[in-house]
């Protein structure tokens, strides 16, 4: 028994050292030099060099001026710590009540936007931090943009559109905005929106 139980702590030590030391440490320092923006965070910063945001985690903005994200599920909202969905299913009332909220409050705060509310800005991602939105979604809500910066529409629309990211290695996913980069180009163009 005593010398089973040697070669099972022999095993157990290897094995952790193995895969909770030396496998990180050179995942971290492949990810490091191959890719060392990703592997910091992607984050991003202001002119002044300050840093605002991730590039890959959702964040909450609400200003009429700036475009708006999807909605979070994510622990309070945009709570990268409580990364999750609202796990309500498609007959959930709540689910029901809380889209329709946000129909209603979209609609009110974008009167001039062109057709109906586009859903990925009535329903949270399956993380509650997606940064992204769909270059429609972005245009959407192009006309409330415009008018609280007191600027024409389709400068804009050229903002949104200077900031679309194509797919990836040209085939995967989707077309899409960061709405991070979206915003600091907006303030880049035409100063920080003050409402």
Request: charged share 15%.
């Amino acid at each position: 028994m005593g010398k089973e139980l040697v070669v099972a702590l022999r095993v157990t030590l290897v094995t952790l050292v193995l895969t909770g030391l030396l496998y990180p440490v050179v995942m971290t320092g492949a990810a490091r030099a191959l890719m060392a923006d990703k592997a910091a965070g992607s984050l991003v910063t202001d002119e002044a060099g300050n840093v605002v945001g991730s590039a890959l985690i959702g964040q909450p903005f609400t200003r009429a001026g700036y475009l708006w994200p999807r909605p979070s599920a994510a622990g309070n909202g945009y709570d990268a710590a409580a990364s999750s969905g609202s796990n309500l299913g498609t007959t959930s009332q709540k689910l029901h009540d809380r889209a329709a909220a946000e129909v209603e409050h979209l609609l009110a705060a974008n009167p001039d936007a062109p057709g109906p509310v586009p859903a990925e800005l009535v329903t949270a991602s399956a993380s509650g931090l997606d940064p992204h939105l769909s270059p429609a979604s972005a245009l959407w809500q192009a006309p409330r943009v415009a008018q609280a910066r007191n600027v024409d529409p389709a400068r804009v629309r050229a903002v949104i559109e200077s900031q679309i990211e194509p797919r990836t290695f040209g085939f995967l996913g989707e077309p899409r905005v960061n709405v991070l980069l979206v915003n600091l180009a907006l303030d880049r163009q035409f100063g920080r929106a003050q409402d």
